[in-house]
């Protein structure tokens, strides 16, 4: 095998490079394939709309809840290929989220009254915005079940933080944005007192409580600031979306309710169940704060502190003047501000409109302290009529609405009609609909949420699949559908199953806004984003013991583990480190321990501990879970933990063959052609303007890199062999080799890039 390599690589330039591409046709022609997928011409444009050939790249990049999986989902349009789950809330091994010791602290941070809460239920995800423009650098995200808000860093698409509501018992509302992301909006859901502790249902009217929360956004540090954050306490009204405003509304925000009549429920004693009893009224309230004014209040100390946060009562909020209360129709959701600012679309999933309000008028009646009546709690009710810009007829249970780039062009979701409806907000009339496949929920448009909406594509995100996909069982996927909306009339264009929990809401950006890194600097925490103080570097592998725990400093890089052999005592409580050294993109190691629960990912550059307790005598393997190299299956250890009070045994272990010269000198004659045959693969790369090529330039550096460990085999094994240490000269010829082999699988990737970017020859 070895013998052969040399020519192998030779055979694989001339194959892949010098003699260029041959193309292959296909069984038949496109009218064969055609008809033998039945497929028609309009199905044709729908995949030359989507298909997306090897290498090529998306337009927009989505970041999709992931509902209860805790997670959020990445992927891209027009192709809808999934690039990445996230994981936010739950632990996911692939990620090593959950199981190394800093993203253990960070799933920590999200820890209720002390307990563990493994699963989130994520609804809105929300990107960082500048000037009412998406930035690229962070996306925000909530759980719904157990009131918490993260931030994911998109440098890394890392979770970094998760922040726990002090105040609420279930939220719903939430994440969305503040123009320049001073703020974060979660709004609860469920009402419940605002003090941990019982209070029986008969005091709901006054004791229960709903809030809105405004996180504030620490953009220097990429955190929330928990100890800069407020609340407004709101009635118990089960609060709904939110959004902030913009523009001339920039500086107030709206959150819708549903059952304002505050039922309380109680079927088993055989009174009408929750869905009966919170749909009477006509009509539940959009809640307005002044959230600027809110946070001087704020700030002014005007405050009651409950769980050690700062909440803006009711009777002050209405004292101040920030907080009004809107009529929407019946059982409303979806709350969308337009880009202008100047109107929010809110529907009624029990009625068969959408309610365009205009802030100008709602303002105007707010000046002039023109209201309606008051709530139960002393809250200024607005007059619905008079707030309202117009009320389209849409169709059965409208939920949520998104806008075009065209000016008053925008999608709402109808449910129950299993339909999307365009219309035009401005003059009042619907202009198309599609049928979906089935029962959407939410609805995406391009940046939809910005200042500046792209159009082109809408998704829609079907609660039901029902008969779209081949069967898997009883528990279906989710249907993404992709929608083109650059015509007059929707095209649909394409179905995508995603099997992993409910995604409820997603935004999408211009793929080229997001900037996310290939490597870590050498020895980085990613979770603090710091240095780690774990980090090691080649050649300073160590095992120290330090208060009880035996720490072990070591490295990754293809194909070793550094250390391979630990050996503890039984009782130890152990500490492994390990830092990828690792320069080149997408070379990550995993690290995993047989028969313990270890599993660790070490992106190039990262540092990543685990710390447990070797409690049982054994021996336990240990490996590399990616298939990073030709000898990945080597990347391997033994952990061995000895019973207590045994003596360790330095055995004297009879090591694979013993290699005599004649050995030494066949690797070393491998060893030779195998250079030349990459000092032609060298040749063959700088002889073109590959500096013109930022992924060949790193390729370039990790194979430099490469190679440098093979020089310093090769003086090792030459060393040996002076001495006329075969076996060890032999050892370290053949690591010599391995680096060789790596060094050019590398070059040849360069040269496969140069040729198919069509690099120029520059002599
Ligand atoms: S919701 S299907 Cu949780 Cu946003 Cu409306
Ligand atoms: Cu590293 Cu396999």
Not at 444 to 473: C, H, W
Not at 479 to 496: R, V
Not at 539 to 550: L, P, S
């Amino acid at each position: 095998m070895k013998k052969s390599f040399a020519k192998f690589l030779t055979a694989s330039i001339f194959t892949f490079g010098l003699a260029g591409l041959t193309t292959s046709v296909g069984a038949g022609s496109l009218e064969d394939v055609m008809k033998a997928r039945g497929l028609t011409e309009k199905d044709l444009l729908a995949a030359a709309k989507t298909y997306t050939p090897t290498g090529g790249r998306d337009e927009f990049i989505v970041f999709s809840s992931g509902g209860q999986s805790g997670q959020v989902i990445v992927y891209g349009i027009p192709s809808m290929r999934i690039l990445k789950y996230v994981s936010v809330f739950t632990p996911e091994p692939w990620q090593g989220y959950g199981f190394d010791d800093e993203s253990k602290a960070v799933l920590a941070q999200g820890k209720i009254n002390g307990k563990t809460i493994n699963f989130g239920d994520t609804h809105h995800p929300a990107i960082s915005e500048t000037k009412g423009e998406y930035d690229g650098q962070y996306l925000f995200i909530n759980d719904k079940a157990n009131p918490r808000m993260a931030v994911v860093d998109l440098k890394d698409f890392e979770t970094k933080q998760i922040v726990v509501n002090p105040i609420m018992k279930s939220e719903h509302g939430g994440a969305f944005v503040s123009p320049n992301t001073d703020y974060v909006i979660e709004a609860s859901q469920y009402a419940a007192p605002r003090e941990n502790g019982y209070v029986p249902l008969s005091q709901f009217n006054e004791k229960y409580r709903g809030a809105v929360t405004y996180w504030k956004f620490n953009r220097e540090e990429g955190r929330l600031d928990p100890s800069k954050s407020f609340s407004v306490e709101l009635p118990p009204y089960s609060q709904d979306l939110s959004d902030f405003g913009k523009g001339p509304s920039d500086g107030w925000s709206f959150t819708n309710s549903f059952c304002s009549e505050r039922y309380i429920g109680g079927i088993e004693k055989g009174r009408p169940p929750f869905e009966a009893g919170c749909s009477q009224k006509d009509t539940d309230f959009v809640h307005m704060i002044n959230w600027k004014k809110a946070a001087e209040v704020a700030a002014a100390g005007k405050v009651k502190m409950i769980n050690d946060h700062p909440v803006i009562m009711m009777d002050t909020a209405v004292a101040e003047g920030i907080l009004f209360l809107i009529p929407e129709p019946k059982s409303p959701h979806g709350m969308d501000v337009s880009p202008d600012g100047k109107f929010f679309i809110v529907a009624g999933k029990l009625d068969t409109h959408a309610s365009v309000y205009s802030f100008e008028k709602v303002i105007g009646l707010i000046n002039a302290k023109d209201f309606a009546g008051k709530d139960p709690y002393g809250i200024p009710i607005l007059d619905l009529k008079k707030s309202l810009h117009t009320q389209v007829q849409v169709g059965l249970g409208p939920l949520h609405t998104q806008y075009d780039s065209k000016e008053c062009v925008v999608y709402t979701s109808i449910y129950v009609d299993s339909q999307v409806t365009k219309w035009d907000y401005c003059e009042g009339k619907v202009l198309d609909k599609i049928n979906i496949h089935y029962n959407i929920g939410h609805l995406m448009s391009m940046e939809g949420d910005s200042v500046t909406p792209q159009g082109k594509y809408l998704v829609s995100l079907n609660k039901l699949a029902i008969d779209r996909f081949n069967p898997v069982g009883p528990l279906h996927p989710q249907n993404h559908q992709l929608i083109d909306i650059s015509g007059d009339k929707m095209q649909l264009l394409y179905d995508m199953p995603l099997p992993l929990g409910e995604p409820h809401y997603a935004v999408a950006i211009k793929a080229d806004k997001l900037k996310p890194k290939v490597r870590y600097k050498v020895g980085w925490n990613s979770r603090t984003d710091q240095k780690s103080e774990y980090r090691t570097r080649p050649g300073r592998e160590k095992i120290v013991v330090k208060d009880g725990v035996t720490h072990v400093y070591g490295t990754l890089i293809r194909s070793h583990i550094t250390p391979e052999i630990i050996e503890v005592e039984e009782g130890t409580t152990v500490s492994l480190h390990f830092t990828n050294v690792e320069r080149a993109e997408d070379e990550t190691h995993g690290f995993a321990i047989n028969n313990v629960d270890v599993n660790l990912s070490a992106e190039p550059g990262k540092t990543v501990s685990t710390t447990f307790l070797a409690d049982r005598p054994g021996v336990y393997p240990y490996y590399c879970t990616e298939f990073c190299s030709a000898l990945h299956l080597e990347m391997q250890g033994y952990l061995l933990v000895r019973p207590k009070g045994m003596k360790v045994e330095n055995a004297s272990v009879s090591e694979g063959q013993a290699y005599a010269q004649s050995d030494y000198d066949k690797q070393v004659k491998t060893n030779v052609a195998t250079q030349e045959v990459i000092d032609s693969v060298v040749g063959y790369i700088v002889a073109r303007n590959y500096k013109d090529f930022a992924p060949v330039l790193a390729l370039v550096e990790d194979a430099t890199d490469q190679l440098n460990f093979a020089a310093d085999s090769k003086k090792k094994s030459e060393d040996a062999a002076g001495k006329s240490d075969w076996q060890n000269a032999t050892l370290w010829a053949q690591q010599w080799f391995q680096y060789q082999v790596k060094a050019a699988d590398i070059g040849l990737r360069a040269k496969t890039y140069l040729d198919e970017h069509g690099a120029k020859v520059v002599q």
